[in-house]
């Protein structure tokens, strides 16, 4: 059974980067049935999908965030990885990585199946 | 502000059925793109409930279901338990935005 599990700093200096990393136990990130998202959550607000990944490198970015936003995937290590750039207080959340199916019909009528149990990431100096 | 529209709460008693609606525009729920719904539980992840409008993944009771009208998609859970208590929010792709957006969430409170 897939397992996702996010890792990276819990805190943040304002205007640097956060970098956080997806690993994947019990399946693989180049299994051509799935894309790989990452999601946030700030406290005590709703979720905001920041981008999604193929395992071929093909990237879905948030357009509020893509100025900001690289995500990348590392097949041999099975994993995939957030950047986010000049970070300020509002980037504090909660950080979930998720798996995505990609159907017949694309991935607009598929959910987020698998998620992470998340990692928090606070901006402060 | 988010892009679909949810009742910030509700609530019902056990073994009642509760409606959770969200809202949307012609860009993602009236353009048709697929209605999914989560449930969170406190500090856990969230839980895909429906994909797909009407689709349970397995292991998800049927006292979850999903509809769509228009731009407008409902979760309906009947039977109402006390594990039932959580967040519910959901999901759409909008085409205007290029992405997935989601509800800001309905906090249901089972009485």
């Known amino acids: 059974q897939l397992q996702l599990h996010e890792s990276g700093p819990g805190r943040v200096k304002p205007s640097e980067t956060l970098s956080l990393t997806c690993s994947l136990s019990?399946?693989?990130?180049?299994?051509?049935?799935?894309?790989w998202d990452w999601i946030r959550q700030s406290p005590g607000k709703g979720l905001e999908w920041i981008g999604t990944i193929y395992y071929s490198g093909n990237t879905y970015y948030n357009p509020y965030l893509t100025s900001r936003v690289t995500i990348s995937v590392d097949t041999s290590k099975n994993q995939f990885s957030l950047s986010l750039n000049f970070v300020t207080a509002a980037d504090t959340a909660l950080y979930f990585c998720?798996?995505?199916?990609?159907?017949?019909?694309?991935?607009?009528?598929?959910?987020?199946?698998?998620w992470g149990q998340g990692t928090t990431v606070t901006v402060s100096s | 502000q988010s892009v679909l529209t949810q009742p910030p709460s509700v609530s019902g008693a056990p073994g009642q059925t509760v409606t959770i609606s969200c809202t949307g525009t012609?860009?993602?729920?009236?353009?048709?793109?697929?209605i999914n719904w989560y449930q969170q539980l406190p500090g856990r992840a969230p839980k895909l409930l429906i994909y797909?409008?009407?689709n349970r993944p397995s292991g998800v009771p049927d006292r979850f279901s999903g509809s769509k009208s228009g731009s407008s998609a409902s979760l309906a859970i009947t039977g109402l338990q006390a594990e039932d208590e959580a967040d519910y929010f959901c999901q759409s792709y909008d085409s205007s935005l290029s992405g997935w957006v989601f509800g800001g969430g309905t906090n249901l409170t089972v009485l």
């Open positions: 019990g399946g693989s990130i180049s299994d051509n049935n799935y894309y």
């Open positions: 998720s798996r995505h199916p990609l159907t017949s019909v694309g991935l607009y009528y598929s959910g987020m199946d698998v």
């Open positions: 797909g409008y009407i």
């Open positions: 012609s860009s993602n729920i009236g353009a048709g793109y697929g």
